[in-house]
């Protein structure tokens, strides 16, 4: 699964494309309270070119722009929360939420990790590192490796990706942008870029039942299914 979790099976991922447009929509909104051109902000630009990528409509791309940098004369207040705990048999789960109203968020919250465990402020996160995570791809005709492309361009290390074919240059946090700009140069495709954490010490999943597995992608899915989360971040192997 990764140091993100991602919810599996056809009809979730039928489901998905809506609540991606959502979640980018917020984090384009939260980027742009720093500036409405990409060209001069870095973050609005990272997640810009993602939505882009995901075929984010433009009209709903430019409105959460606008919105976000205050010319629509509405008032935008998201603040980001991160929830730690654990899902059920002891795997570590940081949760990051983008919320406009924590009165609604954390009894929420609560709800969903009574099947699990909900911790305080730094009870799991010491078991993570805070990274950068760009996944990205072998543009047509490159012959670069992925591991001699992160030694170029700046990464720290470099895992399977999502996507087929993919690699994710792992990075540190203050380096997410730089090592964007750089891998096109050695001839990687850019498909994501995010800030996220990464377990340090994940379950290897072998070691769970299939029962006890499934009772893990339970808890993940519905806490997913929450409006308020943006990413869920587990400490599982694989």
């Known amino acids: 699964m990764g140091a993100q979790w991602k919810a599996k099976g056809k009809e979730l991922a039928a489901n998905a494309r809506g609540k991606l447009f959502g979640r980018l929509a917020k984090d384009i909104m939260v980027a742009a309270r720093s500036g409405a051109d990409p060209a001069s902000n870095s973050k609005l630009r990272?997640?810009?070119e993602q939505a882009r990528k995901v075929s984010?409509?433009?009209?709903?791309?430019?409105?959460?722009?606008?919105?976000?940098?205050?010319?629509?004369?509405?008032?935008?207040?998201?603040?980001?929360?991160?929830?730690?705990g654990f899902a059920p048999h002891q795997v570590a789960v940081m949760v990051e939420c983008l919320t406009d109203n924590l009165n609604r968020t954390a009894p929420e919250m609560r709800v969903l990790f009574r099947k699990g465990?909900?911790?305080?402020?730094?009870?799991?996160?010491?078991?993570?590192?805070?990274?950068?995570?760009?996944?990205?791809?072998?543009?047509?005709?490159?012959?670069?490796?992925?591991?001699?492309?992160?030694?170029e361009a700046g990464a720290q290390d470099v895992e399977a990706g999502?996507?087929?074919?993919?690699?994710?240059?792992?990075?540190?946090?203050?380096?997410?942008?730089?090592?964007?700009?750089?891998l096109p140069a050695q001839g990687f495709t850019v498909l994501s870029a995010k800030l996220g954490y990464k377990p340090k010490?994940?379950?290897?999943?072998?070691?769970?039942?299939?029962?006890?597995?499934?009772?893990?992608?339970?808890?993940?899915?519905?806490?997913?299914?929450?409006?308020d989360v943006q990413n869920v971040f587990v400490g599982l192997a694989g």
């Open 46 to 48: 990272l997640v810009v």
């Open 56 to 84: 984010m409509p433009k009209e709903t791309l430019e409105r959460a722009i606008k919105k976000g940098a205050g010319l629509t004369g509405e008032v935008v207040n998201f603040e980001r929360v991160i929830y730690e």
């Open 117 to 151: 465990q909900l911790g305080t402020s730094g009870s799991v996160s010491w078991d993570f590192d805070h990274v950068g995570m760009i996944e990205a791809e072998p543009a047509a005709g490159s012959t670069t490796d992925a591991e001699t492309a992160a030694i």
């Open 162 to 182: 999502e996507e087929a074919g993919s690699t994710i240059f792992i990075t540190d946090a203050s380096d997410l942008d730089v090592v964007c700009r750089a």
């Open 201 to 227: 010490n994940p379950v290897d999943p072998a070691n769970l039942t299939a029962a006890q597995l499934e009772e893990v992608e339970a808890f993940l899915a519905a806490i997913d299914s929450n409006d």
